[in-house]
């Protein structure tokens, strides 16, 4: 039987790579995905992934080229791009979801990578700073990628075993994503910190900050009638006929 060369396409990340260690291959600032196939075809359906929510997941982890790379190392807003990209040569770059009763139609092509202030960050760390605006406590925090949702959803399951009604996941969130309060970076003042002193205010400031800076692919979108939203993914995102 002949060989058959998968073909494959370059995915630039919009962090550049900046924020990944210079031993990690993302550092260039590209990822090399293949088509998908009626392999992933075959992810995409499997009932045990959909359950367990992990589906995506296992379609990114089939699709990247390099097996070096990791598909935890990537930080939420590049997993993003990379997600739009394999959408995109799997199954085309027309992408129809229904928003308030009507069917909507964007062409995922046009697309762009948002703006973020390299400025902010030294090359190689997963490290940026922050004034909280009421207590102007001084701290400093990290983008979560896959290894840190792994441990997220680890510490809410423990959780959720010993209290059902406990529903703490911003809080844990945070205590996994600050790094230091004014200069102190020890994990057990940073989780008291949480819970004890980061006013509501606070917080909702920090989250706006973050969402509003992080690298990312930019999924808003403006419909008819000039209304902007965001592109919803999920599984009809890369299975249309689900």
């Not at 196939?37 to 589906?55: M, S």
């Not at 040569?89 to 229904?98: A, I, Q, S, V």
């Amino acid at each position: 039987m002949s060989e058959f060369k998968f073909p494959t396409e370059e995915v630039d990340l919009p962090s550049k790579g900046l924020i990944y260690p210079k031993d990690n291959p993302l550092s260039s600032g590209k990822i090399e995905i293949k088509y998908m196939t009626a392999r992933e075809e075959d992810i995409l359906t499997n009932q045990a992934y959909i359950q367990k929510g992990n589906v995506l997941d296992k379609l990114i982890e089939s699709l990247i080229v390099n097996k070096e790379i990791s598909y935890k190392d990537l930080i939420i807003g590049d997993k993003n791009a990379v997600m739009v990209a394999a959408r995109i040569l799997g199954y085309g770059k027309n992408y129809k979801f229904e928003y308030k009763g009507e069917e909507q139609t964007v062409d995922l092509s046009t697309l762009e990578n948002k703006k973020f202030d390299e400025s902010k960050l030294t090359p190689g760390e997963n490290v940026f700073s922050y004034k909280l605006p009421h207590t102007e406590a001084e701290i400093t925090y990290k983008i979560l990628d896959g290894h840190d949702e792994s441990k997220i959803e680890a510490e809410l399951r423990g959780i959720k075993k010993v209290n059902k009604n406990a529903s703490p996941e911003l809080s844990t969130r945070l205590k996994h994503m600050i790094l230091s309060v004014n200069g102190d970076s020890e994990r057990k003042t940073v989780r008291e910190f949480v819970d004890n002193y980061l006013l509501a205010i606070d917080s909702r400031a920090l989250r706006a900050h973050i969402r509003d800076t992080q690298p990312d692919i930019d999924l808003m979108v403006d419909l008819e009638g000039e209304e902007e939203v965001t592109i919803p993914i999920g599984i009809n995102f890369f299975w249309p006929d689900a």
